[in-house]
Every structure is written in C-alpha cells, then in structure tokens.
C-alpha cells in the first residue's frame, strides 16, 4: 500500500531525513514512513542506507548525500520537489563526533570537518529547506542538536560549540520564517544506542547491543534512550498537531539538561520541612 494510503499523522506529507542511513534518522525513516510520510533517506551510507529504503518498500528512497556538499542538499531539496510535487518536513541530523580531546591539542583539521557537518550542513539543510518550502507557505524544519550544545562538559569541545550553534541558528531561522508558515525546531537528544555511542563506549559502530548495555550505566530513568524516542519527537514537531510550534528546543534526555541532581534538598534527607 502507498505511504498516502495507509493514512497516519504524516499521511501525504514529505520527508527528507540526513543521517537518515543509521540511528536517529533511521529510527525515524522508520517511524515517518509508518506514519504515512514519503521519505527520503539522504545520507553518506550507499549501502544501509538502500537496504533501509528497500526494507520500506514504496514511498521510500535513498538519495545519496554529503551534507558538506551544498551541490548535493540543494538536490536533495529539489528532487523531493520534482518527485513528489513538495518538500513537507527536513530533519537535519547528520552528525558526527569529530574533533575530540584537548583544546590545546585540537587538529584545526578535525575541527573544520566537525563544523562541515554538523553545523554548515544543518545550515545547508535550512537554506534549501526554505527556497522550497517558503513559496508554499508551509514546512517544517527539525534540527538535532546535544546536550553539549546546552551545557559544559558533556562533549567533545568543537562538538558542543556546534550544537550550541545549531540552537541559535533555529532560533532565528525560526523567527524569519514563521511568516511565511514554515517552523524550525530543535531537537536534543540525550545518550542514544546508536552507531555514534556504540563506536566511543561499546566494542564498535555496529556493537549496539553493547551500547545499550554501557548507557545502561548512565541511564537518567529506566532504560537507555532508543532511536525509537527521538523518532517520536520528531514525529509531533513534523506534524500538524505542532502547526503552531516554532523556535523550541525540545530535549529527550530523560531530565539530562532539564533536571540534573536530585539535589539533597528535594530527598528528605533535611527533616525540617523549611529552612528559616
Ligand atoms: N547518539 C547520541 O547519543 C546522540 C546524542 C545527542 C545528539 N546526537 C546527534 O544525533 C544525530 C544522529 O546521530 P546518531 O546517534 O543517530 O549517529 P549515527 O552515527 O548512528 O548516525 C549518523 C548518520 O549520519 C551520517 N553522516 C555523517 N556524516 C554525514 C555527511 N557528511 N552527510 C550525510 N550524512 C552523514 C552517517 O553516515 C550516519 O548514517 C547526530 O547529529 C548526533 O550528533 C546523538
């Protein structure tokens, strides 16, 4: 059954998803196509990134993608538009961890390949985003952003400047476009079992079942945050049940950002039930 058919909270709407081959965006491929969304998977990935799109069946493609190409955004962009008549939704969320370690031993190389993608290429996606969507006076922009971008300390340093980039860019892409009917939002996972942690605290990118087992150590609630979370966010900000939802920074971090502690204060350790 066509994606537009089988109905949905996406149902007949257009989705390009970067980092679309792995993780978050994969989770999300999933979850926009179950929803009814055409999706098109833009990533650097040839090889997950197809069998994704195949897995899916119709109403999915895999467009292959560098988000450090502005040659290749801008066509991504245009063949949402030439195929499927509009380009409803963009999540920019290619990502990579970079440049990593001490700021004074930072490879300026590293750093500019961390700000290529992560930064530039989300810009990249909001500009080719909006050159499509602003002449329909309608669309959505969905951002991943960090907890690094929010507060120090929990990220590489070139990583955390970028994320936090990516806030303020929304921001104000936010504030140009809401006339125009199209939304920008931002996203901020917390530690999610993907290929990203799997590579940094499990025994490799594809070891995600050891990732799920070392984030089980840091877990803020219950379990580990999974695609599948962020997928859901994403689903509400791309929705029309968000019509009038714009320039949030909406975390899923199981309180990372939002509700650090609990401070001693607020456990009972104190007896007295106000402090004079
Ligand atoms: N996993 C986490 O704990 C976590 C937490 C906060 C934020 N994030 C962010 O979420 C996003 C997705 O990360 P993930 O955890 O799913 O990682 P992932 O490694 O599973 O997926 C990232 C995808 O981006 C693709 N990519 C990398 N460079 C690209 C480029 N130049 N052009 C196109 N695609 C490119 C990769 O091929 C990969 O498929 C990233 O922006 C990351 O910074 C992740």
Redesign the pocket.
Known sequence: MRPAERGGRLAGKVAAI??????????TARRFHAEGARVLI????EG??RALAEELGEGAEFVR?????EE?VAALADRAVERHGALDVMFN?????GALGPVDRTRMADADLTI???LR?VLCGMKHAARVMKPRRSGAIIS?????GIVGGV?PHV?SAV?AGIVGLSGSVAAELRRYGVRSNVI????????????LVAGG?ADLAGAEAA?DGTKYMDRP?R?AD?AAAALYLASDEAALVTGVVLPV?AGMTGAGGPSPFATGKYEEPTFK
Not at 144 to 148: D, H, Q
Not at 188 to 199: E, I, K, L, R
Request: charged residues 10%; hydrophobic residues 40%.
């Open positions: 970067t980092g679309g081959a792995s993780g978050i965006g994969a989770g833009a990533d650097l990935q997950p990134g993608t560098d988000v450090t190409r290749d969320n290619a990502g990579i961890m290529a993608v992560n290429g991943t952003s960090s907890p690094a990220g990583y994320k901020v996972p917390g530690a999610v079992v993907s290929a990203m942690t799997a590579g990118a984030l945050l695609p962020v971090d």
